[in-house]
């Protein structure tokens, strides 16, 4: 009898094993957007409405992977962008606010563009717009939208695999 159980067991959980590895890999969408594969991947992230937010606060690619991301500003009124940061809350911060002065003609983003990854357009009320980046090394990575005001509230990671 205990023999059967386990068998049932493991045959259960092999299937469940299964199910969820189906389920899990897709190339667009998705908070977790991709993944482990190394071929090319579309990201679609937006803005949460008029809130100063993003709709998703996560996303996954595989280092070396050629990403495109695609952002949806769901705002009617407000510009937004997104931004990958290289490096922590300490340089996300300082783009934020050295885009400031820079104004929306410089994209909100400083002349001195070391600490930034990727960079989408300034997207006006109800606009899409997309960047394509090869993905970094294996690590967390900080977006932000570095629109006056946004950053404390808009930014998400990008979670990096091997």
């Not at 070396?64 to 991301?69: D, S, W």
Request: net charge neutral; aromatic share 6%.
């Amino acid at each position: 009898m205990k023999i059967w159980l386990r068998m049932m067991a493991f045959t259960v959980l092999a299937a469940l094993a299964m199910a969820l590895v189906a389920c899990g890999g897709g190339s667009s969408g998705g908070s977790s957007g991709g993944g482990q594969s190394s071929g090319p991947v579309t990201l679609e992230i937006g803005s949460k409405g008029e809130e100063l937010a993003f709709d998703k606060t996560e996303l996954r690619v595989a280092a070396g992977q050629t990403v495109t991301l695609r952002f949806k500003n769901n705002s009617a009124v407000q510009q937004h962008n997104w931004i990958l940061v290289k490096g922590g809350d300490a340089e996300a911060a300082a783009i934020a606010n050295a885009g400031l002065s820079a104004g929306p003609a410089a994209n909100y983003l400083p002349a001195d563009k070391s600490n930034i990854l990727a960079e989408s357009p300034l997207a006006n009320g109800n606009e899409t717009v997309e960047v394509t980046f090869t993905a970094p090394a294996a690590g967390t990575y900080i977006y932000i939208c570095t629109v006056p005001g946004h950053y404390p509230l808009m930014q998400g990671k990008l979670i990096v695999t091997n």
